[in-house]
């Protein structure tokens, strides 16, 4: 079995909320609220949920672009919950982020050459006379040419934009990257292209990722394990065939049979559940279990208590709901 490559313990993030003349702190923004998950060396763990889960947050909280408010994070077994500056920044080469939206991520006044090898101009990895055979390969990697080096990021298209984030990302040759929302601002067959080529890096380097999405059909062709977040929440671990074959949390149900391309005749519990409602704000969590308002399944303890994370299964499933 696969070692642990990040390994999060109980994390809290949350932002005050200041009120009055004062500013004083009123409550808190529960945007990740005692989140456990673990990604092993070499696989992806996708992070699902509806926008304003805390997917994001989650995901910054644990490159440490976040300070956590309570909780552990390991990577490689190693404490980097409170790391000073110094070696922070060393550990920026193991773990990096590709953003959602590749336009707002690349500095427009930077040609792509600069915007590639600025990581490892930063961290001196390349002796200054191979930057740009290195920079050039990169770009071989993610299917652009050396000839796009000297260009800006508006002459692309979108796909073209994201393969460059992406170059950048693995510039410094990093072991774990949270990818966030990488393909929802792109069209389904650039999706499929950038899917692949992650898949591809993934295999060729050994990569680990987080993989954030809405998507469902995104995270089932990329993810080994799925983990489905509400209001800050882990509500449901699985491994992705599981999940999707016989999703447990009434939420991930209703997640499920959002996917009209999904055959669900073999499912035990996916259409069983058809659920109202939009997501509250995480600046409003319902006590007890923060799904109740919209679950069917709801009872008196759901509205009091909130459930834990169990597992329930020898495969590795975990679940918090009451009535399960």
Partial sequence: MNEAIVNIKGLKKYFPIRKGVLSRVSDYVRAVDDVELEVKKGSTVGLVGESGSGKTTLGKTVLRLLSPTAGKIFFEGEDITKLESTRLR????????????????????????????????????????????????????????????NRYPHEFSGGQRQRIAIARAISLRPKFIVCDEPVSALDVSVQAQIINLLKDLQKKHGLSYLFISHDLRVVKHLSDLVAVMYLGKIVEIAPSEEIYSNPLHPYTRMLISAIPEIKRTGSKNGNKASISGEIRSLADIPSGCSFHPRCPLATDVCLREIPRLEKKEADGRSVACHNL
């Avoid at 050459?113 to 990895?125: A, C, D, K, P, Q």
């Avoid at 055979?133 to 770009?139: D, Q, S």
């Fill in 90 to 149: 060393s550990l920026r080469r193991e773990m990096q982020m590709i953003f959602q939206n590749p336009y707002g991520s690349l500095n427009p006044r930077m040609n792509v050459g600069s915007l590639v090898s600025e990581g490892i101009s930063i961290h001196n990895t390349v002796r200054k006379e191979e930057r740009g055979e290195f920079t050039a390969r990169l770009l071989g990697e993610v299917g652009l040419g050396a000839d796009v080096m």
